[in-house]
């Protein structure tokens, strides 16, 4: 199994509401990834997961808040989000640690619109 | 800081033709990393670069470390190569610092 999955793929959700997204991989990566994209802009990365605990946080605001409850599963919380939070929001997986690099394997995005 | 800068922005071609990407980035690096992004959204991992050349199909990507600078060729262009193909660097750990992506439309 080589795939990332990600649910939802699409997602509306209203300034007050609280929802999640899920990440899920059965590689045995033990790094995970979140990364934002905006229109034809490359990612931008929030958080990084390392043997399942937080190792990157590039000053995310706190309405995001991921948990990765076990190896295999990465979830991001939302709260009060913003207009601007509308995005592409990309899951990744990888080995971590390898001398020579690291390929990351992406999952498919949920689209996420804030209204 | 490390800088990834890619060339062209855009590139349109006819069906058939050889297509080239550059990068370039400003300092030593562990991995060059290309990556294709379809309309739908999803990223796939095309190659992984520390040294020479490597080639999958009608793709073929090299690296030249001492002028710091990767190329991504296709060969024998297709209207399905339609996609932002974008260039990242990796240096220490597992953090990519991502070029701003080349738009390719190939023309049947």
């Known amino acids: 199994d080589t795939e990332v999955t990600q649910t939802p793929k699409h997602l509306v959700m209203g300034m007050t509401n609280k929802k999640s997204l899920k990440c899920e991989q059965h590689m045995g990566h033990r790094a995970m990834y979140w990364y934002k994209q905006k229109a034809k802009k490359p990612p931008e990365l929030m958080f990084v997961y390392s043997y399942e605990k937080l190792s990157i946080n590039e000053s995310v605001p706190s309405r995001f808040s991921p948990e990765c409850p076990n190896s295999s599963l990465l979830n991001l919380h939302l709260h009060a989000l913003q207009p601007e939070d509308s995005a592409l929001y990309l899951c990744?997986?990888?080995?971590?640690?390898?001398?020579?690099?690291?390929?990351?394997?992406f999952g498919p995005g949920t689209r996420l619109l804030v209204l | 800081k490390n800088e990834v800068e890619q060339s062209p922005q855009n590139l349109t071609a006819q069906e058939g033709e050889f297509i080239t990407i550059n990068c370039s980035y400003s300092v030593g690096i562990s991995a060059l990393h290309w990556l294709q992004q379809h309309p739908g959204g999803g990223i796939v991992s095309l190659f992984m670069l520390s040294s020479g050349k490597k080639k999958h199909g009608r793709l073929i990507a090299t690296i030249n470390i001492q002028e710091k600078h990767s190329s991504l060729h296709i060969t024998a262009s297709h209207p399905r190569d339609s996609a932002v193909y974008i260039c990242?660097?990796?240096?220490?750990?597992?953090?990519?610092?991502f070029g701003e992506g080349t738009q390719l439309t190939v023309n049947p």
């Open positions: 990242a660097s990796q240096t220490s750990g597992s953090r990519l610092t």
């Open positions: 990744a997986s990888s080995i971590p640690g390898l001398a020579v690099g690291e390929t990351q394997y």
